[in-house]
C-alpha cells in the first residue's frame, strides 16, 4: 500500500468507525470538520494537508468521501458503523442486486440471513464482478443474488449511497440464492 492509500484506510476508520482515533466527533449526518480533521491526523504522525485531503477524496476508487460545498466538512458517503443518518436516498432497486461473501460465513447466512453484522445495513452490489470483489476481502468468495424487486414489491426499503452501493436492513434467507459456478 502507498502512502495516500494508508491515509485513506485511516480515513476510513475516522469516518465511519472510530472518529475517536483522531480525536474528532461527527455530527448526526456524519460530517466532519475538515480543518479538525486536518488537526487530528497530524497529530497521530501521519501528515496530511487540504491539498493531500482532496487528493484522496477525488482520486478514491470508490468514490467513498464527500464534501460539502464550500469543503469545509466531509463525510464518508456509506459503511458506517457509528450511528449517523447520511441522508441516503431511497430508491427503487434493480430486480437483482448481489452479495460478496465467504464460504466460512455461509451456515451462519443460510440460517439466519444477511445481517449487518458491525455496519448500519447490509451492503449489495449491482453486479456478480463488484460483488466477487467485497467476497474476496473475506476469504474464499461466495456470491449471493437476492431479489430485491420482491423485498421492494413487498416494502423493504433500499437505499443508493452517493457512490452507488445498494443498502438494505437485512435480506431474509427467502429472497437469495447462491450463484452457481466458479468465481
Ligand atoms: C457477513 C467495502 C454471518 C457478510 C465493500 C459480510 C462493501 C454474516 C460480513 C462494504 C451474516 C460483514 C461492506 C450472518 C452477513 N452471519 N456472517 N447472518 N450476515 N454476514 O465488511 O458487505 O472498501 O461489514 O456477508 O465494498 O463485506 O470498505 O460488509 O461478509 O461495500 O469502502 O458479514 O465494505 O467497502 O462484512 O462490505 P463487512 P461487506 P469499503
Given at each position: ?23 474528532i ?6 460530517w466532519a470538520n475538515v480543518e479538525e480533521l486536518l488537526e ?10 487540504k491539498?493531500?485531503l482532496e ?12 464534501f460539502n460545498?464550500d469543503k469545509t466538512l466531509i ?109
Amino acid at each position: 500500500m502507498n502512502k495516500s492509500d494508508k491515509l485513506s484506510v485511516f480515513l476510513s476508520l475516522v469516518l465511519r468507525h472510530q472518529p475517536e482515533a483522531a480525536n474528532i466527533k461527527l455530527d448526526k449526518h456524519g460530517w466532519a470538520n475538515v480543518e479538525e480533521l486536518l488537526e487530528g491526523v497530524n497529530r497521530t504522525g501521519r501528515v496530511i494537508n487540504k491539498e493531500i485531503l482532496e487528493e484522496i477524496v477525488a482520486k478514491d476508487k470508490k468514490q467513498r468521501y464527500s464534501f460539502n460545498e464550500d469543503k469545509t466538512l466531509i463525510r464518508a458517503n456509506q459503511g458506517h458503523s457509528v450511528p449517523v443518518d447520511v441522508e441516503l436516498k431511497e430508491q427503487e432497486p434493480p430486480e437483482f442486486l448481489y452479495h460478496g461473501t465467504a464460504t466460512r460465513f455461509m451456515d451462519s447466512i443460510e440460517k439466519e440471513g444477511l445481517k449487518p453484522m458491525g455496519r448500519l445495513y447490509v451492503h449489495l452490489s449491482k453486479d456478480v464482478e463488484t460483488a466477487k470483489i467485497v467476497g474476496k476481502r473475506h476469504g474464499d468468495p461466495v456470491i449471493l443474488q437476492v431479489h430485491s424487486g420482491v423485498m421492494y414489491r413487498e416494502n423493504c426499503k433500499f437505499y443508493l449511497s452517493e457512490n452507488g452501493v445498494w443498502l438494505t436492513e437485512k435480506v431474509d434467507t427467502k429472497y437469495f440464492g447462491r450463484v452457481k459456478g466458479e468465481y
